[in-house]
């Protein structure tokens, strides 16, 4: 089993709806990421939790530490947010290691 | 500040060769990683350090070497390629520690013949 999971694996929805992307993991954590990759490939940072929720713009990142899961929120969808979406947890152990979700990928139709 | 740069951006070897992808980074960051993308596997750590002399391994090490002699440099060096590891290979900086943004090179992509 994936120590990080993501769901949905695929999203397609239409331009202007509200978008829920999920991750859930199951080891301990220090901090949660999550990563947008444009399909030409470029990787960037969007949020990093250690609790609660941020918000940037129409993005909104939520976790939960004692069920051990994070939202990804996308407001008002635009065919620009069509990427996949990373999650990734850093290790709370000594190694300090970050390990990766295998993503979303999200399409907006116009 | 030039960021995470990596060279190259591609490369064809073939089975046996070696190479070496180059990782530099010019933010005084301690932490820096080297990941590979497959299609469908998401990505894996290779190896990653914590500072300039200390690298220690990832998920998928085999195959694979590093040495972090400087703060800004992480080499990742293939001793003998093999058609496994075809791949898009990623290196990423970041400060040490829990709450630091992680900041990712562009990205090399390797085939291996």
């Known amino acids: 089993k994936n120590e990080v999971e993501q769901s949905p694996q695929n999203l397609t929805a239409q331009e202007g709806e509200f978008i829920t992307i999920n991750c859930s993991y199951s080891?301990?954590?220090?901090?949660l990421h999550w990563l947008q990759q444009h399909p030409g490939g470029g990787i960037v940072s969007l949020f990093m939790l250690s609790s609660g929720k941020k918000k940037h713009g129409r993005l909104i990142a939520t976790i939960n530490i004692q069920e051990k899961h994070s939202s990804l929120h996308i407001t008002a969808s635009h065919p620009r947010d069509s990427a996949v979406y990373i999650c990734a947890v850093r290790s709370g152990s000594r190694d300090d290691k970050i390990i990766f979700g295998k993503g979303t990928r999200l399409h907006i139709l116009p | 500040n030039a960021g995470v740069t990596q060279t190259p951006k591609f490369q064809v070897l073939k089975t046996g060769q070696s190479m070496t992808l180059q990782c530099a980074q010019d933010?005084?960051?301690?932490?820096m990683s080297w990941y590979r993308q497959d299609p469908g596997m998401g990505l894996r750590l290779i190896h990653y350090?914590?500072?300039?002399?200390?690298?220690d391994q990832g998920e998928v090490p085999n195959g694979y070497n590093v040495s972090r002699s400087t703060t800004e440099d992480f080499p990742l060096r293939l001793l003998s390629a093999a058609p496994s590891q075809t791949s898009v290979y990623f290196c990423?900086?970041?400060?040490?520690?829990?709450?630091?943004?992680?900041?990712f090179g562009p990205g090399t992509r390797l085939t291996v013949l």
């Open positions: 990423a900086s970041g400060l040490a520690g829990t709450w630091n943004e992680q900041f």
């Open positions: 350090s914590v500072g300039a002399g200390i690298t």
């Open positions: 080891v301990g954590i220090s901090a």
């Open positions: 933010m005084n960051h301690e932490y």
